[in-house]
């Protein structure tokens, strides 16, 4: 052994008695001795701390959210925290974009717009049931004669349906041509009174007035064109005053009736005009209006029955046809437009998934006006520009109400 490392060796020996030595004093003299740790649990505590805590939950029972830390009343363990990410308000829920790709996300634009109103539906045409002739005769008597025709002929105004002898009459007659050559002209107006009160009508009696001639027989006629639907009447019958002979439907117009959805209910009232084709008549457009949109509503198709009103030039509308309506309602000009799709019906609110920044996916409640089209009017809850979800909501809507983000909005509209 050299004398280099002969030197090193008491070096060594020398360093650790020395140490040795502090050493006993340091316990010896009462100095109290400091351990110098490293705690990486509270550097991440203070890191977490930079972020804002929206709540605490039980990862097992994450729709139950509590305002403080604690112990869960539902396992064994304590409640996790649930810290606000970027751009997350606690209302908002974050979809990574390789989730949103697989889910097949479409976007759409809140805009304002047009929305066309109009709608089509199938109507039939039926008989005018405003315009109908109940013919009845006014005096008891006899049928003499029934001219030949049947129910469904079309017959015109004044057509003669039948003669009717009224053995009342001739008495009545004879007194009044007698009073009137007397010269007393009260008395003659009397008896033509008396011959008006037992139902010979006015032609009769000024055709009595001319003539001087009495008449027993007295012909029944159509005061107005149309079908004939009914005249059960033959010759030799016993008829009495206001016995029903025929009854005739008029044609000069005629009704379209339709079952429209009850969507449209508040949007269609009677004078809005209305337009009709028919595989009749495929190369003419027909115009009407509503007449009536009747109040109750089919329980079984969710419809309600739209009454419109068609002139019928040339009778070419004929009842039983089938006919395809446009019905026209005032456009609104200024509405705030969303697609159908992207509006999520609860039962109890609607809501359309708004898209913001960074992922994130906001749950807005929207009230709702008018659809047509596969548009809807945003009455409010909207702003024009906003990027809202038109496909693949319902799973973001899941996930919404999975992280609490629906039931907050509910505890919030509660009063």
Excluded: C
């Amino acid at each position: 052994m050299n004398h280099s490392m002969l030197r090193i060796i008491l070096l060594v020996v020398s360093v650790a008695v020395m140490g040795a030595g502090l050493g006993y004093w340091l316990a010896h003299s009462g100095i109290p001795a400091t351990v110098i740790t490293y705690d990486s649990n509270a550097m991440l505590t203070a890191k977490e701390k930079e972020k804002r805590v929206l709540y605490w939950y039980d990862p097992m029972v994450p729709n139950q959210h509590f305002d403080k830390p604690g112990k869960s009343p539902f396992m064994d363990m304590s409640l996790v925290a649930k810290y606000a990410e970027d751009g997350d308000d606690g209302g908002s829920v974050k979809v990574s974009d390789a989730l949103t790709q697989n889910l097949g996300v479409r976007y759409a634009t809140v805009e304002h717009g047009v929305l066309n109103t109009s709608s089509q539906a199938p109507a039939n045409v039926v008989f005018n049931e405003r315009d109908v002739e109940i013919v009845q005769t006014r005096s008891a008597g006899f049928v003499e004669k029934v001219y030949p025709h049947a129910p469904g002929d079309v017959i015109a105004a004044g057509t003669p349906l039948l003669q009717i002898l009224v053995p009342e009459w001739a008495g009545a007659q004879a007194e009044y041509l007698s009073l009137r050559q007397t010269g007393e002209p009260e008395l003659t107006q009397a008896a033509k009174e008396r011959l008006r009160l037992l139902g010979m009508p006015e032609g009769s009696v000024l055709h009595l007035e001319k003539s001087g001639k009495a008449q027993s027989l007295y012909t029944v006629v159509s005061s107005i064109a149309g079908v004939l639907q009914s005249l059960d009447m033959r010759q030799g019958m016993t008829v009495s005053s206001g016995m029903t002979v025929a009854r005739i439907n008029g044609l000069e117009t005629v009704w379209l009736e339709a079952a429209v959805p009850e969507t449209l209910a508040g949007r269609l009232k009677p004078g809005q005009t209305v337009s009709a084709v028919l595989p009749a008549y495929p190369e003419m457009t027909f115009k009407g209006r509503i007449s009536t949109v009747l109040p109750e509503i089919n329980m079984q198709t969710r419809t309600l029955r739209v009454r419109m009103e068609f002139a019928n030039p040339q009778y070419r509308l004929r009842p039983g046809m089938f006919a395809q309506v446009q019905l026209n309602s005032a456009a609104n000009s200024n509405a705030l437009l969303v697609p159908t799709e992207a509006v999520i019906r609860t039962g109890k609110r609607d809501l359309v998934i708004v898209a913001a920044e960074g992922g994130h996916f906001r749950p807005v409640s929207v009230m709702l006006g008018a659809e047509s089209d596969g548009k809807t009017v945003v009455v409010s809850g909207l702003e024009v520009g906003q990027k809202v979800v038109a496909s693949g909501q319902f799973l973001i809507d899941s996930e919404a109400s999975l992280k609490g983000v629906i039931a907050r909005m509910e505890k919030e509209a509660m009063p």
